[in-house]
C-alpha cells in the first residue's frame, strides 16, 4: 500500500497539480524531509492539499500526512479508502458525524480529536495542518481566524519545527463548492520555522503574523487583477 500511494502521487497527483496550477514554489529548501514537522498552511481549496502532496521531493512524500475532516473525507467507504491509503489523511474528528465516521480510530482517540496527528508525529511523519479548520473566501485569499490545534500539537512536541506556508491562488482553482477545477496558475511560498514559544497565544500571534508576511510576498498572479494593472 506504501508503494502504490508513493505511485500515484509522484506519478499522478504531482502532473496534475502542475498542470492545473503551475505550481510556482518559492522557499522550496525549507520543507522538512523527515519528522516530526508540522506544516501549517492557508486553506481555500481541496487542491491546497494536492498542491502540498506535489511540492515535496519524491523521497519525502511518502512521509506527508495532511490532517483532514473525518466528516468529510471519512463520510463514503470509497471515499474514505482513497483519502486513508491514498491521500494519506490523518482525521480530525471535528464533529459527532465524524467520530461516527472515523471507525479506525481507538475508543480513547475518538475523545481526543488530535489523536491520530498526535501519533503521526510521534512515528516520525510530516503533518500538514490547516489553522483555519475549513476552507476560506478563495475569491480574495483572505485568512481567517486560526484555530489553536497547532498550538496543542506544537506543544506537544515542541521539537518539531512548525513551518509557516501561504498558499495563493488555489481557491479560485477550485472554489468551496466547486467540483470541475479550472486550471490557473498558483504560487505557495514556504517560510522559516516558527519555534513553540511556551505560551500558545505567543506561539498563535507569531505564525499568523508568519503566514500574513509570506501572503505579502506573494507574487501577483498572472490571471489576477493586479497583474492585468501592470500590464496596462
Known amino acids: ?45 481541496h487542491v491546497d492539499t494536492l498542491l502540498m502532496l506535489s511540492i515535496f521531493p519524491s523521497r519525502a512524500v511518502s512521509k506527508l500526512r495532511p490532517a483532514a475532516a473525518a466528516d468529510y473525507f471519512l463520510r463514503d467507504p470509497v471515499i474514505g479508502w482513497f483519502s486513508r491509503h491514498v491521500i494519506g489523511i490523518v482525521p480530525v474528528a471535528r464533529s459527532k458525524a465524524g467520530r461516527r465516521a472515523a471507525q479506525g480510530l481507538g475508543q480513547g482517540e475518538g475523545e481526543d480529536v488530535l489523536a491520530p496527528a498526535r501519533a503521526a508525529l510521534a512515528a ?3 503533518v500538514l495542518v490547516f489553522p483555519e479548520g475549513t476552507r476560506g473566501d478563495g475569491a480574495s485569499d483572505a485568512m481567517g481566524q486560526l484555530k489553536g490545534g497547532v498550538a496543542r500539537l506544537a506543544e506537544a512536541f515542541p521539537e518539531a519545527p512548525v513551518i509557516p506556508v501561504w498558499i495563493q491562488g488555489a481557491g479560485r482553482v477550485l472554489p468551496k463548492g466547486a ?49 492585468d494593472d501592470k500590464e496596462i
Open 124 to 126: 516520525g511523519e510530516i
Open 1 to 45: 500500500m506504501r508503494l502504490l500511494r508513493f505511485l500515484l502521487l509522484v506519478l499522478v497527483a504531482r502532473p496534475l497539480a502542475v498542470l492545473m496550477t503551475g505550481a510556482d514554489v518559492s522557499g522550496r529548501e525549507r520543507l522538512p524531509l523527515k519528522g516530526p514537522a508540522i506544516i501549517a498552511a492557508n486553506h481555500a481549496s
Open 179 to 227: 467540483s470541475v477545477p479550472v486550471p490557473l496558475n498558483c504560487a505557495v511560498l514556504v517560510g522559516e520555522p516558527v519555534a513553540w514559544t511556551g505560551k500558545r497565544t505567543a506561539f498563535m500571534d507569531a505564525l499568523r503574523e508568519a503566514m500574513l508576511a509570506l501572503k505579502a510576498q506573494a507574487p501577483p498572479l498572472r490571471w489576477s487583477d493586479e497583474a
